[in-house]
């Protein structure tokens, strides 16, 4: 005779007991056992059942109004991209030479070292996406991702005649972006790439940012991702291009480097526009360089526009209503698709489990001052 499995019981009866809300709970546990309990040896499992079945019984006997609040160590409230992503693939760029002004690497990338800069240690401060409000902190760990922006400093019409202001425009910019060790790298009008802040450092480029791959939740992405600036205005005045030719392919392969050097995934090179919030009015979207626009393909990456909003996704953000019209608006579309999914899969209204999502922001956001504040202290 078959019985269930000691071990495969226990296991979901913990997972459950870590699921605070009832209703998720009872969610889960149906979820978890639709095709019936794991069989195995006889052992206490009988014991086992009726533990598990009284779980269930108990959180059927509650109140249907009983107010949900998603436990933030549940899996209910994991949000795996609906994004199918391909195999990934890795470019294969290595460093051809090196000197004390410039790199240059086997893909053709020469980067400029002048205006290199040091700053604070970069790490990594990272949610499981399974949820939870205790970060993993990583120091000196290799970056998740890439944050593309575009300066919005003065530009000049990119004319033969304009090419001595076009030089000092570029030349007090990287002055500006060094003094404030905004980016690590920028690539002036010329496709010529600076790098300013080092790789191992943190550059103060994305503010309250969010982004997610299938294991983590990066918050604030200043430490955790790597900056690539364009030197370009969002919507140039003199109806250009936002980026000359010279810049996407320096864009390329400056890409293609970063991504070969530390694994990044494609998925995790985007815009500011997408990781950018408010965590005040709960707005996606609160910087808007490149909300419209950014060449993914061209610079070799898939159309991440389509990548779920992690704001909204996992937060329950919603995108800033003057963005309703852009691109962006694609990763709206798909992140409050995946929202509702995952509510009518829990069998709670939308809107409960958007609450919810809201919650755990709020949990993050105050262990995150805690963190930076026990920080200070013992500074």
């Known amino acids: 005779m078959e019985t269930t499995d000691q071990n495969a019981i226990h296991s979901l009866d913990a997972r459950a007991r870590m699921i605070r809300d009832p209703v998720l709970r009872l969610a889960y546990l149906r979820r978890m056992t639709a095709g019936g309990l794991p069989q195995a040896a006889p052992v206490k499992a009988s014991r086992r059942r009726l533990k598990?079945?009284?779980?269930?019984?108990?959180?059927?006997?509650?109140?249907?109004?009983?107010r949900t609040e998603v436990f933030l160590?549940?899996?209910?409230?994991s949000e795996p991209s609906t994004v199918e992503a391909a195999e990934e693939r890795w470019p294969?760029?290595?460093?051809?030479?090196?000197?004390?002004?410039?790199?240059?690497?086997?893909?053709?990338?020469?980067?400029?070292?002048?205006?290199?800069?040091?700053?604070?240690?970069?790490r990594k401060i990272m949610f499981p996406s399974s949820g939870g409000a205790e970060p993993q902190i990583l120091e000196w760990s290799d970056p998740a991702g890439i944050v593309f922006h575009t300066t919005e400093s003065r530009m000049h019409d990119?004319?033969?005649?304009?090419?001595?202001?076009?030089?000092?425009?570029?030349?007090?910019?990287?002055?500006?972006?060094?003094?404030?060790?905004?980016?690590?790298?920028?690539?002036?009008?010329?496709?010529?790439?600076?790098?300013?802040?080092?790789e191992g450092g943190a550059a103060n480029h994305a503010g309250w940012s969010v982004w997610a791959d299938a294991d983590w939740i990066y918050v604030n992405l200043n430490e955790s991702f790597l900056a690539v600036a364009f030197e370009a205005q969002s919507r140039p005045s003199n109806g250009e291009e936002v980026l000359t030719p010279a810049q996407i392919q320096a864009g390329r392969v400056l890409t293609e480097m970063l991504r070969s050097r530390y694994h990044i995934p494609a998925g995790n090179c985007v815009t500011h526009a997408q990781v950018s919030i408010n965590?005040?009015?709960?707005?996606?979207g609160y910087h808007t360089d490149w909300a419209d626009d950014f060449p993914f393909r061209a610079l070799g990456l898939p159309d991440n526009y389509e990548r779920p909003l992690v704001g909204i996704a996992q937060f329950g953000f919603e995108l800033d209503a003057p963005l309703a019209g852009s691109r962006l608006a694609r990763g709206q579309r798909a992140a409050e698709a995946a929202l509702r999914r995952k509510a009518l899969e829990l069998h709670v209204p939308s809107a409960q489990y958007r609450a919810g999502l809201r919650r755990r922001w709020f949990e993050i956001w105050n262990r995150l001052n805690e963190i930076r504040n026990n920080e200070e202290k013992a500074s």
């Open 52 to 66: 598990l079945a009284a779980l269930v019984a108990a959180v059927l006997a509650l109140p249907a109004g009983y």
């Open 73 to 77: 160590n549940s899996e209910a409230i």
């Open 92 to 122: 294969n760029v290595w460093m051809v030479e090196e000197n004390a002004e410039s790199e240059l690497y086997s893909n053709g990338l020469r980067i400029e070292k002048a205006m290199t800069v040091d700053s604070r240690p970069r």
């Open 158 to 198: 990119f004319e033969q005649a304009e090419t001595p202001r076009l030089k000092l425009a570029g030349k007090y910019l990287l002055e500006y972006v060094r003094a404030e060790r905004a980016y690590h790298y920028v690539v002036d009008r010329f496709g010529r790439v600076h790098r300013i802040v080092e």
């Open 279 to 284: 965590p005040r009015n709960g707005r996606v």
